[in-house]
């Protein structure tokens, strides 16, 4: 199975923007679809991208996911950024029926 | 509303066993995934297995396979998670979660979490 490594963590101002990578250790970034999750403190984890940049109703715009082949990796991008960003950003991805996470990017907005 | 209700919190000493639950409400059960993740303290998101509730297909994942069983009752909508001698290292945030999409899926949504702490 591949790995996904993001970074562990990022900081960025609000109103900014801000964008978390996430790469594939081997085989395509494009072989299968790339997800993002928030999870922020003490809460379950909730859908903020699928299929590499769908957007679930009810989650803004300012959350993007594009996917990039030529660094074999995936990228979620937030722009206008809100204290209420704030959180943990996990990416899933998927292999010959298992199921792959990223270790997690930690986000702060100050 | 589509929701996933997890049991609640559990502490239990080494050696001994344990079976959490998931009960999905607002949709048919058994036209989806459930899977398993866990979040060990202060740690990321491990996918442990998934369950076909139709019929009770699983897969694990090799981290996971031989300590864990995971299985579903279809007429109550409710999938579960046992273990039968839990270790200090179970301790943990366990969380259910639909998987929605084609083959590959995605989870949404996501249960509340039930946090099992073993401890002598």
């Known amino acids: 199975n591949f790995m996904l490594t993001q970074p562990h963590s990022v900081s960025e101002s609000p109103g900014k923007t801000v964008t978390i990578s996430c790469t594939r250790s081997s085989g395509s970034i494009a072989s299968n679809y790339v997800q993002w999750y928030q999870q922020r403190p003490g809460s379950a984890p909730t859908t903020v991208i699928y299929?590499?940049?769908?957007?679930p109703s009810g989650v803004p715009d300012r959350f993007s996911g594009s996917i990039d082949s030529s660094s074999n990796s995936a990228s979620l991008t937030i722009s206008g950024l809100k204290t209420e960003d704030e959180a943990d950003y996990y990416c899933?991805?998927?292999?010959?029926?298992?199921?792959?996470f990223g270790g997690g990017t930690k986000l702060t907005v100050l | 509303e589509v929701q996933l209700v997890q049991s609640g919190a559990e502490v239990k000493k080494p050696g001994e066993s344990l079976r959490i639950s998931c009960k999905g409400s607002?949709?048919?059960?058994?036209?989806?995934?459930i899977s398993w993740v866990r979040q060990m303290p202060g740690k990321g998101l491990e996918w442990m297995g998934r369950i076909d509730p139709s019929d009770s297909y699983t897969n694990y994942s090799p981290s996971f396979q031989g300590h864990v069983t995971i299985s579903a009752d279809k007429s109550i909508s409710t999938a579960y998670l046992q273990w039968s001698s839990l270790k200090a290292s179970d301790t943990a945030m366990y969380y259910c979660a639909r998987q929605v999409g084609a083959i590959e899926g995605w989870f949404d949504p996501w249960g509340q979490g039930t946090l099992v702490t073993v401890s002598s």
């Open positions: 899933q991805s998927y292999d010959s029926s298992f199921w792959v």
């Open positions: 299929e590499d940049n769908q957007r």
């Open positions: 607002g949709y048919s059960f058994t036209s989806y995934w």
